[in-house]
């Protein structure tokens, strides 16, 4: 069976093609990063309209990628949520209107789910169970996997996401838009040990999370340091740093007692903070020194992307809908309301 796979519940439009039998075979994707940048974040409406842009295009592409005719195609995914409405939208009427003019079955994914399954686009796949550690720009949470749609939140986080904190801090810091790859890249050049920040939550002797205080403790810290011509680029560096650090720190910190407190030795990263080469090293380090298994997405597959949709889809093919091709979005939909997939009736 051969999935065609649309996200675009924020900022990225993405397609693919996934088959049950041969894996992924083709992706694209287009990013509106640029579009937004000029407005310090993603302004809706611009997602919107850039979607409907982008959507047919990419479809042609990957299309034409995988080599297949649209009759090809068995069955339609999309991201029904959560998401920003307007964009959500663009995606699910794509989908149903493929879905009608081809009489193909159309599902409706939830983007979170995709991301926690992205890890088994990769080869080696990981298997079930594992521990999730979901690290985007809305989302900071530790999942116990124990199969498709077998989910259960241990650790979440109580005010900003990792991401959302990646972004806040680099806007503190004068960086530009998406804040999560340009504070890494300017940590790269800080020196260790030299600006101190909170490891929030460290031990709150449970698995949740907090980045809020350490965002405060980054306005404080650049506050007290900025002379009249503002930071200093090294001491921006050195704080970059130390908040990568931080975060990573308690990443890890948390996902490493999920995983004894559930015993799961299996753990997998998803999401876009996923793409972090830092919290990546740290994590790989721990599995060599006490062989667990950790597995992240390949980077592409980290951010936003079309191919997620069309694995979760695949993975979901018994509950596709093709009797009416009626439809709504779901822009605030919890990951923990997911159930098992149905079998096909
Ligand atoms: O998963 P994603 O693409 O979108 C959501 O579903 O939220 O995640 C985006 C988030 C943003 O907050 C971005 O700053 C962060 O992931 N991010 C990173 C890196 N690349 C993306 N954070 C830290 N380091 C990175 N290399
Ligand atoms: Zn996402």
Redesign the pocket.
Known sequence: MRVLGIET??D?TGLAVYDTERGLLAHALHSQMAMHEAYGGVVPELASRDHVRRVVPLTQRVLAEAGLELSAIDAIAFTRGP?LAGALLVGASVAHALGYALGKPVIGVH??EG?LLSPLLAKPAPSFPFIALL?????SQLIEVAGVGRYRVIGDTQDD????A??KA?KLLGLPY????S??KLAEHGRDGTASLPRPMRDSGNLDMSFSGLKTAVLTLVRRESGPDGLDPQRAADIAREF?HA?VDVLVEKAVAAMIDTGVRTLVV????????E?RARMQAHAAQTGVAVYFPDLEF???NGAMIALAGALRLGEARSADYRFDVRPRWDLASLTAPASRA
């Open positions: 519940s924020c990225e998401g983007h979170m991301h690290v985007s720009g809305g989302h996401a990792a991401g959302e990646f972004d680099a998406p804040g999560g790859p504070l890494a990568q975060v998803a999401g876009g903070v996923g793409a972090n080469r919290l980290c951010t936003d």
